[in-house]
């Protein structure tokens, strides 16, 4: 069983930058696409940004394109969100999800693991 945990949200000033952390245990994330999302107050969740297993496709919402930058280190079975220039609206629950397989899947439906989210605040 795959059991995903996220870690590294908090409260950022706008300009500034926070990075998420994604792991696991019980199995490793090295042959799973990787996905984050988040959910803020009173919307759907959307997209943010995916990886594939291999690390070769990312692909980013409008919205934080040349903001935010998804990686992964396969030596340490991380997943990396780095979330730089944020902006209030920003200010969401960010999930870490993983899905089987070498595509970078977008839709949150297709992700069949989750964790229980991170609280990523952006304010003055």
């Known amino acids: 069983q795959l059991h995903i945990v996220e870690s590294g949200g908090g409260l950022a000033q706008p300009g500034g930058s926070l990075r998420l952390s994604c792991t696991s245990s019980?199995?490793?994330?090295?042959?799973?696409?990787i996905g984050w999302f988040r959910q803020g107050p009173g919307q759907e969740r959307e997209g943010v940004s995916t990886i594939s297993s291999g690390g070769g496709v990312t692909k980013y919402a409008d919205s934080v394109k040349g903001r935010f930058t998804i990686t992964r280190d396969k030596s340490t079975n991380m997943v990396y969100l780095q979330m730089n220039s944020l902006k209030p609206e920003d200010t969401a629950v960010y999930y870490c999800?993983?899905?089987?397989?070498?595509?970078?899947?977008?839709?949150?439906?297709?992700?069949?693991?989750w964790g229980q989210g991170t609280q990523v605040t952006v304010s003055s």
């Open positions: 999800a993983a899905e089987p397989g070498n595509k970078a899947p977008w839709s949150p439906d297709e992700y069949d693991y």
């Open positions: 019980g199995l490793s994330l090295n042959d799973y696409a």
